[in-house]
Each structure stands twice: as structure tokens, then as C-alpha cells.
């Protein structure tokens, strides 16, 4: 099965500072990969994804990943925080059942992120 | 500029008594999800709409249905919710053409309070 792993529940950062989100996944064939945040009370939104092409990726708000396929890693990263990056992230990956043309999305347990001034 | 509408925001129910939450969409997916989300854990999915074909996951209990009467609406009903099933739904669309890889997109959600 499909799965992602977010192995920091919390980042802590300083406004202006680069900001990084852990992301490794495990899956059978090509990966296709997502972030979402999630700002209190909100839904989730479309930060960027990973297909196939350029391993770096940008995305909404100034937020870019880079797809490791040898680490199996998909970070997320922005050069400079901002306070307003404050929230919930997820990493997730699509997980196809075989036979059909379903697929959905495999979260990973979310990394809340802290922006101070 | 809304594309999926959750309504209402904020639901309180009493234990046992039905209650249904409503999603909307103008972005004409074919593709309706509906997850239940606790306390900023991921979001699990209950079930999802591929235009009218309806796709229960597994672990998903009988409590819940779900009702697609056209491509912009989809409702969750909770037949006899208990105190486990307060949590936040969120809804989510997506357009399937077949390569995979499109966005979902989610509503704002509706967070259900059970007395």
C-alpha cells in the first residue's frame, strides 16, 4: 500500500528564516505526490504536487518541494517564512485501486508548523 | 468565488438523532469525497461519489450514507450518531481524466457537535 510518513509533528521557525517540511514516502511504482495545508477551521488547500518531470517543484504562496527519488523524500520548502505560514501540513500520495479507475489520497499525519516574529 | 460550499458550517446534534451535512460545488467534477477529520489528525475517507457510483471504504461504519442526487450536490448522513462521531467533514472534489494526479478540492468543512 500507498503510504507517506511526516516524522516532525511540530516546526518551528522564525519569520525570514527557510522553512523545511519533512516528507518521505513508500510506494509501488511512480510516485504521485501532493501538500495541502490547513488553516484553523479551514479546509484543506492545494499547495503543489509531483508527477513526473523537474524534481523541484513550486507551488502556492511561494512554497516549493523537492522530489528525492533516492531518499524517497518529497520536503517542502520556502525560502522565507512568513507569519501567516503558520498551520497544519500535509503530505499525501495517490493511491490507485487496482481494477478501477479510483484513486485517493494517502495523508500523512500533518507537521503543524510555527512561523514567530 | 466559493467552489465547494459546506453548509453549515457548525452542526450540533443530539446522540442518536440523525443528522445530515450538505456539499455543493460549482467546479462540475465528477468526483465527490467526503472524510471525517479529528482533532488536526489527517483526514480519513469515508467514502467518495465517481458521478453517480458510490464507493464505500472499507472501515467505513454503517452509520454513515452518503446520497448524490446530481453532479453538484452531496449529502452525509449520520443515522444514530454516537460521541465518537464528533468530528470535522470535509467535503472534496476532483475532475478524474483518467491520468490521475488532479488536486482535490475541499470545502471549509462542517464540525459536528454531538450533546
Known amino acids: 500500500a500507498q503510504s507517506v510518513a511526516q516524522p516532525e509533528d511540530q516546526v518551528n521557525v522564525a519569520e525570514g528564516n527557510p522553512l523545511t517540511v519533512k516528507c518521505t514516502y513508500s510506494?509501488?511504482?511512480?510516485?504521485?505526490l501532493f501538500w495541502y495545508v490547513q488553516y484553523p477551521n479551514r479546509g484543506l488547500q492545494f499547495l503543489l504536487k509531483?508527477?513526473?518531470?523537474?524534481?523541484l517543484v513550486k507551488g502556492s504562496y511561494g512554497f516549493e518541494a523537492e522530489f528525492n527519488k533516492s531518499q524517497t523524500s518529497f520536503h517542502l520548502k520556502k525560502p522565507s517564512a512568513l507569519v501567516s505560514d503558520s498551520a497544519l501540513y500535509f503530505c499525501?500520495?495517490?493511491?490507485?485501486?487496482?481494477?478501477?479507475?479510483?484513486?485517493?489520497?494517502?495523508f500523512g499525519t500533518g507537521t503543524r508548523l510555527l512561523v514567530s516574529p | 468565488d466559493a467552489m465547494v460550499i459546506q453548509n453549515p458550517r457548525y452542526q450540533v446534534t443530539q446522540f442518536g438523532k440523525p443528522v445530515t451535512l450538505s456539499c455543493s460545488q460549482t467546479?462540475?467534477?465528477?468526483?465527490m469525497y467526503w472524510y471525517q477529520q479529528k482533532s488536526s489528525q489527517a483526514p480519513k475517507l469515508l467514502f467518495h461519489?465517481?458521478?453517480?457510483?458510490?464507493?464505500n471504504e472499507a472501515d467505513t461504519p454503517d452509520n454513515f450514507q452518503s446520497r448524490r442526487p446530481n453532479t453538484s450536490f452531496c449529502f452525509l448522513d449520520i443515522r444514530s450518531p454516537g460521541l465518537g462521531d464528533a468530528a470535522m467533514y470535509l467535503c472534496?472534489?476532483?475532475?478524474?481524466?483518467?491520468?490521475?494526479?488532479?488536486?482535490?478540492?475541499f470545502g471549509d468543512g462542517t464540525r459536528l457537535s454531538i450533546l
Open positions: 472534496a472534489t476532483s475532475r478524474d481524466v483518467g491520468t490521475g494526479g488532479q488536486p482535490q478540492h
Open positions: 510506494v509501488s511504482g511512480n510516485p504521485y
Open positions: 509531483y508527477i513526473t518531470g523537474d524534481n
Open positions: 499525501a500520495v495517490r493511491d490507485r485501486r487496482l481494477g478501477t479507475g479510483f484513486q485517493k489520497l494517502v
Open positions: 467546479l462540475n467534477h465528477n468526483v
Open positions: 461519489y465517481y458521478d453517480k457510483d458510490f464507493n
